[in-house]
């Protein structure tokens, strides 16, 4: 099985090298390792160009005008020729046996089941603690829907998954104008609903924990805000397709979920026309019960960037300066 290696870089030289280092390492050798550069402008081209002369590994280097996150693993799915593909950021690593395990989970399904399945998702553990993060699933190789995985047993926490590249392709990230962020479960949510997935209880990524309190990060809390026009379609997609079936099942992640979709809602200036989207009466009962909850929120958020986002954000600037 031949698999694409997919990370998405922006300006991330001084971290890059986990990854690079991680990949050198793999039991398993049969992979391409595209890196899509999303308009970088530190010293990511020169680094990777080193390592292109010096490693055997198979990396392809391509860059873009910055896009966001969603536009690079877009670019970086387009050109991949692996069979399966799986998404390892640029400032995280695999374990030397990672890709070895997922490939060997996915080949004990019969050729004629993965059309069924869409991924192998196993756990990844916290370069610090070395503790899992989040939930073990219920048990090792253990078939599930994306519907049970939420919403039956209620997982948890980051997971990492070797994925099927042709579903990607026919699948990708929304793009547009005013966001530069959707989160992953997007697309996980959608194909989980179609196919199911494969669990190991197997650690195979070591994730490297953001620093800050959404000050640089890509999912903190400043760049989450900014990019409302991209987390809103992840909630009222929550909202419409999963709520008429799970409900009852976590009626608590459901009004979360809600009030979610006022706060970004308005943030982004479109809470009436997402609001509008909503296919369903009891969906938009449930986003109008939780909307003092969103507005408070949304209230916090304005708070945390006058009072504590500006401050630090200003000191850096200067100390940049200095």
């Known amino acids: 099985m031949f698999i694409s290696i997919i990370t998405p870089a922006y300006n991330r030289a001084e971290t890059l090298h986990r990854c690079y280092e991680s990949l050198r390492e793999q039991s398993f050798s049969n992979f391409e390792w595209i890196i899509v550069d999303d308009g970088s402008t530190d010293e990511t081209s020169q680094t990777v160009s080193a390592w292109q002369s010096e490693s055997s590994l198979n990396i392809v280097y391509v860059q873009k005008p910055n896009g966001g996150k969603p536009s690079a693993v877009n670019h970086g799915v387009k050109i991949a020729k692996g069979e399966m593909c799986a998404i390892v950021d640029s400032d995280d690593g695999l374990c030397h046996d990672g890709l070895k395990t997922l490939v060997n989970a996915w080949e004990t399904l019969a050729p004629d089941q993965r059309d069924t399945h869409w991924c192998v998702c196993a756990l990844v553990e916290d370069s610090v603690t070395k503790q899992v993060v989040g939930d073990l699933f219920p048990s090792d190789l253990i078939t599930i829907t994306g519907g049970e995985f939420q919403f039956k047993y209620k997982i948890t926490g980051d997971k990492f998954g070797l994925m099927r590249t042709a579903l990607l392709k026919n699948n990708p990230y929304p793009e547009a104008v005013g966001y530069k962020f959707v989160p992953e479960s997007y697309i996980w949510n959608r194909l989980g ?122 000191k850096l600037l200067r100390d940049t300066v200095s």
Not at 243 to 253: D, S
Not at 287 to 313: E, M, Q, R
Request: with cysteine; glycine share 8%.
């Open 193 to 314: 609903r179609q196919y199911k997935y494969i669990c190991i209880n197997t650690v195979v990524l070591t994730y490297y924990m953001p620093i800050g309190s959404g000050i640089g990060n890509l999912s903190g809390k400043a760049n989450r805000i900014r990019n409302a026009k991209g987390l809103i379609m992840c909630e009222v997609d929550v909202v419409n397709k999963d709520l008429p079936h799970w409900f009852f099942n976590a009626p608590i992640f459901f009004f979360k979920r809600a009030a979610q979709l006022s706060r970004y809602g308005i943030h982004s200036a479109s809470l009436l026309r997402q609001y509008m989207s909503l296919e369903s009466i009891w969906g938009k009962m449930i986003v109008l019960v939780s909307f003092p909850l969103g507005f408070t929120l949304y209230l916090g958020d304005k708070l945390w960037f006058k009072y504590y986002y500006s401050p630090i954000k200003a």
